[in-house]
Nanobody, 117 residues
Framework: QVQLVESGGGLVQPGGSLRLSCAAS????????MGWYRQAPGKQRELVAR???????NYADSVKGRFTISRDNAKNTVYLQMNSLKPEDTAVYYC???????????WGQGTQVTVSS
């Protein structure tokens, strides 16, 4: 079992920045793809960014050039640096760890990000 704990959410003005953190309870980055997802009220949960075991990254088109996903293997922590935030980035942000052989998925509890003036 793996626990994922997100932190770093909050209220920020448009154009501002936040850094989200996702701490895993044990070392898993060699086996799991890590991702950040978000869910706004009334909308489906969507992928924001992900980083594979090999370090490859991909991003939703809506955040490309503004958000950066990274990880610190020594701290078992994945980060999401969010710059130039927009009101439409407002959502609960979730951390996800998944692997395909065998299929295993873990989710964090989520952290609220609100972008508003």
């Amino acid at each position: 079992q793996v626990q994922l704990v997100e932190s770093g959410g909050g209220l920020v003005q448009p154009g501002g920045s936040l850094r989200l953190s996702c701490a895993a309870s044990r070392s898993i980055f060699s086996f799991y793809t890590m991702g950040w997802y978000r869910q706004a009220p009334g909308k489906q949960r969507e992928l924001v960014a992900r980083i594979t075991t090999g370090g490859s990254t991909n991003y939703a088109d809506s955040v490309k050039g503004r958000f950066t996903i990274s990880r610190d293997n020594a701290k078992n922590t994945v980060y999401l640096q969010m710059n130039s935030l927009k009101p439409e980035d407002t959502a609960v942000y979730y951390c996800k760890a998944d692997r395909v052989a065998p299929i295993v998925i873990y989710w964090g509890q989520g952290t609220q990000v609100t972008v508003s003036s």
